[in-house]
C-alpha cells in the first residue's frame, strides 16, 4: 500500500536505486513526495531479520515492481520465497 501511495503522489514507483528508503525519504528531483509513507519511518527487515529485496521495473511485474523475502531458509529461489508476483 504504502509503495502504490507514493506512486499516487509522484506518478511512478521508486527505482530499484532508490529502493524502499524512498518511502522515508524524498528521492532527489522526485515532485509530488508526500512521505513519509512508513509509520515507523524506517525500512523494517523481513519476519526473519533480512532486507526485502524491491527491483522496479520487475522482471515479474514489468509495469510494476517486484517485491520478496528469501523467506525462513534464507535462500533465494526456493520453495519458501515470498514475493508479489506467485499465485501462492
Not at 507514493?6 to 524502499?20: K, S
Not at 522515508?24 to 528531483?29: F, K, L, Q, S, V
Request: aromatic share 12%; charged share 25%.
Amino acid at each position: 500500500m504504502q509503495l502504490d501511495a507514493f506512486e499516487v503522489d509522484t506518478g511512478r514507483y521508486p527505482t530499484t536505486e532508490e529502493g524502499l528508503r524512498a518511502l522515508i525519504e524524498a528521492p532527489a528531483g522526485v515532485n509530488g513526495w508526500h512521505g513519509p509513507y512508513l509509520k515507523r519511518n524506517t525500512v523494517q527487515n523481513d519476519p526473519w531479520g533480512r532486507p526485502y529485496v524491491y527491483v522496479c521495473p520487475g522482471s515479474h511485474n514489468t509495469n510494476g515492481y517486484d517485491l520478496h523475502s528469501f523467506g525462513p531458509d534464507g535462500q533465494d529461489g526456493t520453495e519458501d520465497d515470498i514475493d508479489n508476483w506467485s499465485a501462492r
